[in-house]
């Protein structure tokens, strides 16, 4: 997604790269199949420092210190500010939901262990629990569910630390009007499995392409309604499989222990394994929704996804189909079915060699765009 967004840069050579999960130092989870990208740990603030630095060259300033206080006017908004998201509150839209997890200790800490970099390590002990995460540099992160601080070693320094609560929400609808919401504003989940700042990420990019066609006059505000119809399903999946994996996982007691013991030897299965890590990564994430068309329609397709745009695969007849609607089209000549790539990396269209289809599948989707259309691209 990031190098799709061209903010990838120096990221994957500053990453740890991780090949397992160990317990108590045995391999529980081996994660050497994941070819694509492999899992990579790095911090948030760098990923984030690269999207500000892509958004700069692209010539957008970011207005800091600029809180929102109230919402009025006819222009989109999209709130991405966060869990207790002012546009939120603003648009009267509920979030609902449970705490989880109560007193769950995080720190990042300087030290010197004799552990394995290229892994996570989970030390039980009896009912309690601490996970270690590495980090770039000689920084570990460390979880404990139960506010405990047990470290396998001396800390040389701490970099910070913060008790907080885990909770598990979803905002009761997506977009209301013009004002939408993505990100941690939209859901919130346990951070086992890392995949909040990554399902956030793919909202803005599933919504944006809608938004620029919408902006640019090319499609009707109605093709905003499939960014809930199909991101809501990707959130509810993620807080649904986060909330008894955390409890199954991290929560101290005896009768969690037992229940840990008992169904322990099922996670080692390969399949189950397998599963887990895809669903973690959602590579696996395919959009079923009101969009999908054709055979595979709505899957993510790895051979074009890297470019961020619309791409055709297929005869020029059909590209000035596309081009017509919806502005800039890459192409690429293909034998066999036509095939049409949204800018998020998903099959839009695949069809026959027919301009006539692909033109009767862009209308319905598209609609009558409400405003008139721009020529510049926004
Ligand atoms: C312990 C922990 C570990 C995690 N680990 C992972 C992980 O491994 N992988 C992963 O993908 N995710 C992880 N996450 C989740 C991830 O950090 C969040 O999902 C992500 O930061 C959400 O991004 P966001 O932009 O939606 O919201 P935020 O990061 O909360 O950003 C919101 C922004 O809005 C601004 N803002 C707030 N209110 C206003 C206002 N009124 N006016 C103007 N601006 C405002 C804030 O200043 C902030 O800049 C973890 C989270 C936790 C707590």
């Avoid at 694509?36 to 060259?57: F, K, M, Y």
């Avoid at 546009?87 to 200790?105: C, D, S, Y």
């Avoid at 989940?189 to 938004?211: F, I, R, V």
Wanted: with cysteine.
């Amino acid at each position: 997604m990031l190098a799709r967004l061209g903010a990838l840069g120096d990221l994957p050579d500053k990453a740890v790269r991780l090949r397992s999960l160990r317990i108590n130092g045995e391999v529980a989870l081996d994660m050497n199949f994941l070819r694509e990208a492999g899992q990579l740990i790095v911090s948030q603030a760098w990923v984030e420092e690269r999207l500000r630095d892509r958004l700069s060259a692209l010539g957008v300033e970011i207005e800091w210190n600029t809180p929102i206080s109230a919402v009025s006017g006819r222009d989109w908004l999209v709130g991405c500010d966060g869990a207790h998201s002012a546009v939120r509150k603003t648009a009267g839209i509920a979030f609902e939901g449970q705490p989880v997890m109560e007193n769950f200790l995080l720190r990042d800490v300087h030290a010197e262990w004799d552990l394995d970099r290229e892994s996570i390590h989970l030390f039980v002990d009896g009912p309690r629990m601490t996970t270690l995460f590495p980090l770039p540099g000689d920084i570990w992160r460390v979880m404990s569910p139960d506010g405990g601080r047990w470290t396998p070693g001396p800390v040389d320094a701490v970099v910070w630390e913060s008790t907080f609560r885990i909770h598990r929400r979803q905002a009761a609808t997506y977009r209301r009007g013009n004002v939408l919401l993505a990100g941690d504003a939209a859901h919130i989940h346990s951070p086992l499995g890392g995949q909040g700042m990554n399902t956030g990420l793919g909202d803005a990019e599933n919504l944006a392409w809608k938004l620029a066609l919408v902006v640019q006059g090319r499609a009707s505000a109605a093709l905003l309604d499939t960014y809930e119809a199909e991101r809501r399903p990707v959130a509810a999946r993620v807080l649904a499989a986060t909330t008894p994996a955390t409890r199954w996982a991290l929560q101290p007691g005896r009768m969690t222990q037992r229940l840990r013991d008992f169904t322990w030897p099922l996670m080692t299965l390969p399949v189950v394994q397998r599963r887990l890590v895809r669903a973690a990564s959602q590579l696996d994430v395919r959009y079923s929704g009101p969009l999908a068309a054709g055979r595979r329609g709505g899957q993510r397709v790895p051979a074009f996804a890297r470019t961020g745009r619309w791409v055709l695969a297929g005869p020029a007849t059909c590209l000035e189909v596309a081009r017509e609607r919806l502005g800039d089209v890459v192409h690429h000549e293909r034998a066999g079915d036509t095939l049409l790539m949204r800018p998020d990396g998903h099959l839009a269209w695949r069809g026959p060699n027919s301009p006539e289809r692909l033109s009767a599948w862009l209308n319905e989707v598209l609609g009558v765009p409400e405003t008139p259309k721009q020529t510049t691209r926004s």
